[in-house]
Nanobody
Framework: QVQLVESGGGLVQAGGSLRLSCAASRTIFSIDAMAWYRQAPGKQREWVATITSGGSTNYADSVKGRFTISRDSAKNTMYLQMNSLKPEDTAVYYC?????????WGQGTQVTVSS
């Protein structure tokens, strides 16, 4: 089992930056993949980015070139650096991982981008 806690959300103007953090309650060194998702009001939750234990990354087309996912195993924390934010990035952002066929989600952190 693992508990995930997101932080770092807030209100920012378009073009600004935020860095989200996802702190895990156990070591993430052996966790194969961790990901960020987001859910905007009235929309389904959508995948944003994934990072593997080997450091490989993948991004949704909508954030490619603007967002960077990373992980620090020493701190048991995953990050999402978000630059050049747009109003359409407004959503609750969730971190996710899967262990032994079970899905784990954080409680989410709100990101609001004003135009």
């Amino acid at each position: 089992q693992v508990q995930l806690v997101e932080s770092g959300g807030g209100l920012v103007q378009a073009g600004g930056s935020l860095r989200l953090s996802c702190a895990a309650s156990r070591t993430i060194f052996s966790i194969d993949a961790m990901a960020w998702y987001r859910q905007a009001p009235g929309k389904q939750r959508e995948w944003v980015a994934t990072i593997t234990s080997g450091g490989s990354t993948n991004y949704a087309d909508s954030v490619k070139g603007r967002f960077t996912i990373s992980r620090d195993s020493a701190k048991n924390t995953m990050y999402l650096q978000m630059n050049s934010l747009k109003p359409e990035d407004t959503a609750v952002y969730y971190c996710h991982t899967r262990l032994v066929r079970s899905d784990y989600w954080g409680q989410g952190t709100q990101v609001t981008v004003s135009s």
